[in-house]
């Protein structure tokens, strides 16, 4: 396993600019999770693939957040119009099946200014 | 809801000393699954162990060591002869089960462990 890869590392944006993050799975794992943690707190659920399909979104994705997951491979998570509330470490996790664990990236840092 | 409380927000201890990481847990589900995760500086979320609900016997693993007690939804985390290198965020997890088998983690707060020479 290479582990899950997540790109950038760090994002610095103006309020307003659209930002898109990307996240390459471990291969084979048909289980792909958003994260968001902020500085002092666990990370929080965003939302979950199970192959090219989402199949839940957390009620803290607002209609400003989208993500897809093109072919079941890796993960693109987009936000328009960022605000300063968006500032955190967005990380991406995986899983083979169910209840399995969960690896994650290192994240990517978004600062919003 | 699924809650998950961390009570200690920061431990610091000398270097060969033992340490116990608190965590309890709420959930009206009778079947889940509880973690820890260890996030050095780095950022990265390291997985360090899982358990079921059916399962409450203790295990070790090297210093690493946990006690999960469900009469009192805990899930207990020792590391035994701590190291330098322990120093992290530790994360204890309760796990929700998701449409399609998904696997939706309730994080606790964490806490910030500082291993001291």
């Known amino acids: 396993d290479t582990g899950v890869s997540q790109d950038p590392r760090h994002k610095i944006t103006k309020r307003g600019q659209n930002v898109t993050f990307r996240c390459d799975p471990i291969?084979?794992?048909?289980?792909l999770y958003w994260y968001r943690q902020t500085l002092g707190q666990g990370p929080e659920f965003l939302t979950y693939?199970?192959?090219?399909?989402?199949?839940?979104k957390s009620r803290l994705l607002s209609d400003r957040f989208s993500a897809e997951r093109p072919k079941g491979s890796f993960s693109t998570l987009e936000i328009q119009r960022t605000e300063q509330g968006d500032s955190a470490m967005y990380l991406c996790?995986?899983?083979?099946?169910?209840?399995?664990?969960?690896?994650f990236g290192s994240g990517t840092q978004l600062s919003v200014l | 809801a699924q809650k998950v409380t961390q009570a200690q927000t920061e431990i610091s201890v000398v270097e060969k000393e033992d340490v116990t990481l608190d965590c309890v847990y709420e959930t009206r589900d009778t079947t889940y699954y509880l973690f820890w995760y260890k996030q050095p500086p780095s950022g990265e979320l390291v997985f360090l162990i899982r358990r079921n609900s059916f399962d409450e016997q203790n295990e070790i693993s090297g210093r690493y060591s946990w006690n999960f007690q469900k009469s009192t939804s805990s899930f207990n985390f020792t590391i035994t002869a701590s190291q330098v290198v322990d120093s992290a965020v530790y994360f204890c997890a309760l796990s929700d089960i998701l449409t399609g088998g998904g696997n939706k983690l309730t994080f606790g707060t964490g806490t910030q462990l500082k291993v001291e020479l």
């Open positions: 996790a995986s899983s083979r099946g169910a209840n399995e664990k969960l690896f």
């Open positions: 291969s084979e794992h048909n289980r």
């Open positions: 693939f199970q192959n090219e399909a989402q199949l839940e």
